[in-house]
């Protein structure tokens, strides 16, 4: 299998950096790329991490996961990119500062935009076109925590396209206990998911671990997202084995209560929890006058709701969704479904 | 007692800004503090948080304290700063946004100096000069976790280690490294001086709850320890650790995903035991181990989130001196 300039032949693996952009100083943003490519033939998965800078729980567990892959007893191909978007990463940022955008938003690219539409450009053609499967790691950054698996809402429920329903499936196998779609359009309209649907890749995105959680969580965080790779190549027949899952059952959230920053700004206090009902009217968190402790206003929530493993803790609150909630749209006892997928 | 034009009189609870100096754009430079003046004369602590803007989860506890205290019960005087670093606090930075300069580095600043420099100038003289103790609190910002507090070698040091073993936080570490803030200003001039650290955002999630308690509880434990408050200092965890720190570990210069045995905290290390390492950010090879050059207890304190910036300890070992009860 061939990604850019690096080449690696059935059994191998080969690690190379694909060349995607310079900027103006010559600082080149290239891609660090691993490439496994199995003894047998098979689908293609891409596991990517960090393509926001600063969310590296995905990265972590890539790098785990590559030092442990076998080429030889794979079928198929698996891509692994611990860090797509390298400038963020330096500076711990979600973009990138050579100018200012946000790559996961830029797909398919442009090759004749600025450094990040290239970097969109190369990635999107070399890297996720090439695959059956994608999962893209995201985080809580350093001023939240998160523990759930977001995908795109089939556009008709009742008559899933193919690869809604595999990825359904894939959602399902990568083991966590919560999982969660948006309302479309609910941060705006998402052209690059849309493109990278339109490539036919299945693709979802884990919305796992934080820096706010990392001293009690950070381990096991690490630990379940490498899990999740392996289950979802088991569900591909990559590689052979049982799923290992939080618990059998999976929820599934229709995360359609967005909360964001209020109109007053001080210290943000949490007030509810992962699991807990909360009605519309009653209280999120609290913002207090940093000075005195005088509350100074309320994050008030807008529609009855489960907050979903998902949200801000950090004191002091940004232009981003600051919490999330929403309806249980269904409940799966994953032990009774085939989760399986196949690839033509 | 006035501070600027911030003034209170025996029996009274004032707050105000201390705006000594403005900036080119004309903003004041200034620090929100509370005084509140006993009844009866005692002598004077200085509680102050926020140095880095990073540092604001105590500024979400700290000025709830000053609801519950009656000025009239009291003997001395409590200042209070929740959060001493305002424009790095609204810009989101360590640094003041005036200068760039790190609030922790000016000393007892510079009254010719820039922004920064005057404002710490102004504050040190007539904040902390008239004060017998500075309680000074910091947290681990975003990448680092604590539960200690810190005494200096310089000045008060017997006043100062029972005043951090008042507190109530497990482990106080003696001989802490000389730098260039405040509290070791203070220090130098003979006052009775703790850098508290306590919490962090890696802990937030899971542990904000018990590190809000256990500021609350420092600050007042600190006025109960000085006599401004009555009654003896409160314990709620278990004896107090005394520990002579010896060694603060750092990373070598690798750059990578910096892995910290944070799990090992609290306990007995030996020497050559590995309790950090870094690992290449793309291929996952370990490129640094860091090793404990000696025997130690490892100190509730340091770096965790494995992308830090320099200057921030992965590790404080000390030996232990003395369990308080």
């Not at chain 2, 008042?166 to 003696?174: D, H, Y």
């Not at chain 2, 603060?248 to 609290?266: D, M, P, S």
Request: proline share 5%; glycine share 12%.
């Amino acid at each position: 299998m061939r990604i850019g300039n690096i080449e690696a032949r059935p059994g191998s693996h080969a690690f190379g950096y694909l060349e995607v952009a310079k900027g103006r100083s010559g600082i080149s943003p290239d891609i660090p790329v691993h490439v496994f490519a199995g003894a047998q033939p098979g689908p293609t998965l891409v596991v990517q991490g960090a393509i926001h800078g600063a969310e590296i729980i995905g990265t972590m567990a890539i790098l785990n996961f590559i030092k442990k892959l076998d080429p030889n007893t794979l079928r198929g191909n698996v891509v692994a990119v611990p860090v797509v978007n390298r400038i963020g990463f330096e500076l711990q940022d979600r973009g990138s500062k050579l100018d200012g955008k946000d790559i996961s938003r830029l797909f398919p690219g442009n090759a004749k935009g600025s450094v990040s539409d290239q970097i969109a450009y190369v990635y999107f053609n070399e890297v996720i076109k090439k695959a059956n499967a994608l999962i893209d790691y995201h985080a809580g950054a350093q001023t939240a925590y998160e523990r759930y698996v977001l995908f795109t809402i089939e556009k008709d429920p009742k008559n899933p396209t193919e690869l809604e329903k595999r990825r359904k499936k894939l959602v399902l196998a990568f083991g966590l206990d919560s999982a969660g779609f948006f309302p479309p359009d609910a941060f705006g309209a998402n052209k690059a998911k849309e493109a990278i649907e339109d490539a036919g890749v299945c693709a979802f995105t884990l919305e796992f671990g934080g820096g706010t959680g990392w001293v009690a969580n950070g381990d096991q965080n690490v630990r379940d997202a490498e899990r999740g790779i392996w289950n979802v190549m088991k569900a591909m027949k990559m590689i052979d084995g049982a799923f290992e899952f939080d618990q059998p059952e999976c929820t599934i959230y229709n995360a359609n209560v967005i909360l964001w920053k209020p109109s007053v700004d001080g210290v943000f206090i949490r007030e509810r929890r992962f699991g807990e009902f909360v009605k519309k009217g009653e209280n999120y968190a609290r913002v207090q006058d940093p000075y005195t402790g005088k509350v100074l206003g309320h994050l008030v929530n807008t529609a009855d709701g489960t907050v979903i493993p998902s949200g801000q803790e950090w004191p002091t609150m940004g232009y981003t969704s600051i919490g999330i909630l929403g309806q249980i749209a269904e409940k799966v006892d994953r032990s009774k479904v085939d989760l399986t997928v196949t690839f033509d | 007692m006035k501070i600027g034009s911030i003034e209170a009189k025996a029996g009274e609870k004032v707050f105000g800004y201390f705006a000594p100096v403005q900036s080119r754009g004309r903003f004041d430079a200034h620090i929100p503090l509370h005084i509140v003046r006993g009844a009866k004369d005692g002598p004077t602590l200085v509680v102050h948080s926020g140095i880095s803007g990073l540092e604001i989860e105590p500024a979400t506890e700290l000025p709830t304290i000053i609801e519950d205290l009656d000025p009239k019960s009291m003997s001395g005087t409590l200042v209070l700063v929740p959060l001493l670093n305002t424009s790095g606090f609204e810009f989101e930075q360590k640094n003041a946004i005036w200068d760039d300069k790190d609030l922790n580095t000016l000393g007892r600043g510079d009254a010719s100096g820039t922004v920064s420099d005057q404002l710490i100038d102004a504050y040190f003289r007539q904040a902390i000069g008239p004060a017998q103790a500075l309680l000074e609190i910091h947290t681990g910002q975003r990448w680092g976790y604590f539960r200690y507090a810190g005494v200096y070698k310089t000045g008060a040091t017997d006043k100062s280690r029972a005043l951090a073993a008042a507190l109530g936080v497990p482990q106080v570490v003696l001989g802490q490294p000389a730098d260039q803030s405040m509290a070791f200003e203070a220090a130098k001039d003979g006052k009775t001086v703790v850098s508290a650290w306590i919490g962090g955002g890696p802990g937030l999630r899971d542990y904000r709850e018990q590190d809000m308690r256990r500021l609350r509880l420092a600050v007042l434990n600190a006025m109960r320890h000085l006599g401004i408050l009555a009654g003896k200092p409160e314990k709620e965890e278990g004896p107090v650790s005394v520990l002579e720190g010896h060694t603060w570990l750092y990373a070598n210069g690798q750059r990578g995903l910096t892995f910290v045995a944070k799990e090992r905290r609290g306990q007995r290390v030996r020497e050559g035991e590995q309790i950090a390492y870094v690992k290449h950010p793309f291929t996952g090879d370990v490129v640094e181990e860091i090793k404990a050059p000696r025997n130690g207890v490892l100190v509730h304190g340091g770096g965790v989130w494995p992308m830090m910036p320099d200057g921030v300890p992965l590790a404080i070992l000390g030996d232990l001196v003395e369990e308080v009860k």
